[in-house]
């Protein structure tokens, strides 16, 4: 990375391997092989700093990755390949926090807080925001 790393995660594939995931100042998430430590892939797709990482099973079991920060996006990403599956673009200011969580229908969604002082509820894979407060 070129600057400060502020978010790490892990994502365990469908093959049982592991997959590292980096974001920060240079607005690049990086997936690296948690074995080997070799560099999978670097792509930008942030606009901002990249604040937040937290992974996520999506409905057909696979892994992905959902990202946050300065740009006031929050975006889903497919581990396995590196690429964008979905931007949501909902708060007026730096996303401050992320998670996962499962909604009592038994569908998984994303949970994104920033200083626009709002919380955003996002279906999977990224529907439009369910809610806010």
Same mark, same amino acid.
């Given at each position: 990375?070129?600057?400060?790393?502020? +978010?790490?995660? @892990?994502?365990?594939?469908?093959?049982?391997?592991?997959?590292?995931? #980096?974001? *920060?100042?240079?607005?690049?998430?990086?997936?690296? %092989? @948690?074995?080997?430590?070799?560099?999978?892939?670097?792509?930008?797709?942030? !606009? *901002?700093?990249?604040?937040?990482?937290?992974?996520?099973?999506?409905?057909?079991?696979?892994?992905?990755?959902?990202?946050?920060? %300065?740009?006031? !996006? =929050?975006?889903?990403? %497919? @581990?396995?390949?590196?690429?964008?599956?979905?931007?949501? =673009?909902?708060?007026? +200011?730096?996303?401050?926090?992320?998670?996962? @969580?499962?909604? #009592?229908? *038994?569908?998984?969604?994303?949970?994104?807080?920033?200083? %626009?002082?709002?919380?955003?509820?996002?279906?999977?894979? *990224?529907?439009?925001?369910?809610? #806010?407060?």
């Amino acid at each position: 990375h070129q600057g400060c790393v502020h +978010a790490l995660c @892990a994502i365990y594939t469908k093959a049982g391997t592991s997959v590292l995931c #980096s974001g *920060g100042d240079d607005r690049k998430v990086r997936f690296w %092989d @948690a074995k080997s430590g070799e560099l999978l892939a670097a792509v930008r797709g942030h !606009t *901002g700093a990249i604040r937040q990482l937290c992974p996520i099973q999506l409905p057909r079991g696979s892994c992905a990755l959902v990202s946050a920060g %300065d740009d006031s !996006t =929050v975006r889903l990403w %497919d @581990a396995s390949n590196a690429s964008i599956l979905w931007t949501g =673009v909902s708060h007026c +200011a730096q996303v401050t926090a992320l998670t996962a @969580a499962d909604r #009592s229908c *038994g569908m998984q969604c994303v949970v994104s807080a920033a200083q %626009d002082r709002q919380l955003k509820v996002w279906a999977v894979p *990224g529907r439009p925001a369910l809610c #806010s407060s």
